[in-house]
């Protein structure tokens, strides 16, 4: 149980931040050794590309989570409730929308790799094992999202769902898990 309380509070975090790492060490490694011992590594380039991808895929999560994204809060909030709560929904709503499009349409593309495997250059790994962050990314928005609205409903539905309601206390301090 405080391993699943763990992973729902940080494991986008922890991705982020085992992948951004991962992207220093390989970009300091190169300067080192193009710079200090003249010699040109090959798989630097491609494993930060690569965690790049991760890093901000599981960033955008992160932000979904934490209701960090970009909206045009100030605009909703000066609504009326009802109307500022029907914007949220609605805009969610296409979020939502949007990210199964692109679950279905990653997955589609995950098939292709898969029947069709190709190397990456440098690394010479499966091109498959990387870009499976699409459906990854895309379901963790989509899961997020959906524990939003879950703990909003649960604590009231009160003010706007995943922010602060009027009082000041947070609706998202209770988490699924």
Not at 44 to 61: D, K, L, N, Q, R
Request: a negative charge; charged letters at 15%; hydrophobic letters at 55%.
């Amino acid at each position: 149980m405080a391993v699943l309380r763990w992973l729902e509070k940080h494991f986008e975090e922890a991705l982020c931040c085992i992948a951004l790492s991962i992207i220093a060490v390989a970009v300091i490694s190169q300067v080192l050794a193009r710079y200090v011992f003249e010699v040109a590594l090959h798989w630097t380039e491609e494993t930060a590309a690569i965690c790049m991808v991760w890093a901000v895929y599981m960033g955008a999560s992160l932000c979904v989570r934490e209701r960090f994204h970009i909206r045009i809060l100030v605009a909703v909030q000066a609504l009326p409730p009802r109307v500022g709560r029907y914007t949220i929904f609605m805009a969610d709503l296409a979020w939502a929308a949007f990210s199964i499009i692109m679950i279905r349409v990653s997955w589609e593309y995950l098939t292709v790799l898969w029947k069709f495997p190709s190397r990456s250059p440098s690394l010479g790994i499966n091109e498959f094992y990387p870009q499976t962050i699409l459906v990854i990314g895309y379901g963790l928005m989509l899961a997020r999202l959906i524990q939003t609205y879950v703990l909003w409903y649960r604590n009231g539905a009160h003010g706007l769902p995943g922010m602060l309601v009027e009082d000041g206390d947070a609706v998202d301090e209770e988490h699924l898990f």
